[in-house]
């Protein structure tokens, strides 16, 4: 299964886009790639999920490039309770999956 | 709502003792996973359940076994607890995909710390 990097941390400023990418130079044809937030004292919950180009929700966007090699998690206009941390997983569909070490998104006044 | 439930949100136990960390899902959820949560390694997953009395090991199960005697309940044991067991510790679950493509909802975590 494709091992995956994220950023260790970032900053941003509220009302910014804040684009969070995870590398996955390995991923397979049939791998699933989702993003989960976690805050403080909590598990992680499920932001969104995507297999290929883009896909949108109410929270958030995720860009995956025609060769999948990487991923990218858009949220617009972050505010003060968007700081939490970002994972990646990528999955085979099948029993194997990883998590990415987690972004640390700070979002300051 | 969906709720996944840990036993207990902080645990400390001494070297060699025996520990139990329980969840519960209230979903019906097929699956059940237990992950630890270390910093800058991010979640690496235990093992796996996916029916009852089955388990599957993930990628780091040594020092560590499992139990699931009902759907709605698995456990973490460790057998003889060491110092570097102290990790945070999630359960999750999910309807019926093992393999990342199915929504994972988690516990709250338990801290455990071995002295």
């Known amino acids: 299964l494709a091992k995956t990097t994220q950023p260790i941390s970032m900053d941003s400023y509220e009302g910014q886009e804040v684009n969070i990418t995870c590398s996955h130079n390995?991923?397979?044809?049939?791998?699933?790639i989702t993003w989960y937030q976690q805050f403080p004292s909590q598990g992680p919950r499920f932001i969104i999920q995507?297999?290929?180009t883009k896909v949108t929700n109410e929270v958030a966007s995720l860009f995956i490039p025609a060769d999948r090699k990487s991923s990218t998690l858009s949220l617009p206009r972050v505010s003060l309770s968007d700081t939490a941390v970002y994972y990646c997983?990528?999955?085979?569909?099948?029993?194997?999956?990883?998590f990415g070490a987690g972004t640390r998104l700070t979002v300051k006044p | 709502d969906v709720k996944v439930t840990q036993s207990s949100r902080y645990l400390v136990k001494r070297t060699g003792e025996k520990v139990f960390l329980e969840c519960v899902q209230d979903?019906?959820?097929?699956?059940m996973f237990w992950y630890r949560q270390d910093p800058g390694l991010g979640l690496r997953l235990i093992y796996f359940?996916?029916?009852?009395?089955?388990?599957e090991k993930g990628d780091i199960p040594e020092g560590y076994s499992v139990s699931r005697e009902k759907k709605e309940r698995f456990s973490l044991i460790l057998e003889s607890a060491s110092t570097n067991q102290t990790s945070m510790y999630l359960c999750?679950?999910?309807?019926?995909?093992?393999?990342?493509?199915?929504?994972?909802?988690f516990g709250p975590g338990t801290r455990l710390t071995v002295l």
């Open positions: 359940s996916y029916d009852v009395k089955m388990k």
């Open positions: 995507g297999y290929k």
């Open positions: 999750a679950s999910t309807p019926s995909g093992t393999g990342g493509e199915d929504e994972q909802f």
């Open positions: 390995n991923i397979a044809t049939n791998d699933y």
């Open positions: 979903m019906d959820h097929e699956n």
């Open positions: 997983l990528v999955g085979d569909g099948q029993n194997d999956m990883r």
